[in-house]
C-alpha cells in the first residue's frame, strides 16, 4: 500500500539544496542534485548518523560522521563499506510542489 505526501516547494529544495522533513511518522531528506530531485532515509543506514548534516556532490550523498558516500541513483554505498543501501523514495512534482510516494515499509533483512 502506497500514499503521496505534499513534503516542500521546489524553490526551497532549490534554495536549501537539502530539507529535511517528517512525514507519515519518518524521518526523509529531499534533496537537490544538480537538476534532479531524491528522496530518502534522513538516518544513514550504517550506524544511523544524521544524513540531513552530510553534503550532496556529484550525484553522492556524504554521511557526516564516516564520510561514506551513498549513491542517489540507487542508494548503493561506496565500495570499501559494509552497509545495507539508503532507502530511496519515489518523487514526483506537480506545479511547484514536491511530493515522495511513502510505501509500507519491509522489515530489512
Ligand atoms: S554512519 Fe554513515 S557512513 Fe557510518
Avoid at 30 to 42: K, L, Q, S
Avoid at 57 to 69: N, T
Wanted: charged share 25%; hydrophobic share 40%.
Amino acid at each position: 500500500m502506497s500514499a503521496w505526501r505534499a513534503v516542500c516547494d521546489l524553490d526551497r529544495l532549490k534554495a536549501e539544496t537539502i530539507v529535511r522533513v517528517h512525514v507519515a511518522g519518518l524521518d526523509v531528506l529531499v534533496i537537490w542534485n544538480e537538476g534532479d530531485i531524491i528522496a530518502c532515509d534522513r538516518a544513514c543506514p550504517h550506524e544511523q548518523a544524521d544524513l540531513g548534516l552530510g553534503q550532496v556532490r556529484a550525484g553522492r550523498l556524504y554521511c557526516p560522521r564516516h564520510a561514506a558516500s551513498f549513491d542517489l541513483c540507487d542508494g548503493a554505498i561506496n565500495s570499501g563499506w559494509s552497509s545495507p543501501p539508503l532507502r530511496l523514495y519515489t518523487v514526483r512534482i506537480t506545479g511547484e510542489q514536491i511530493w515522495i510516494e511513502m510505501q509500507e515499509r519491509q522489515p530489512r533483512r
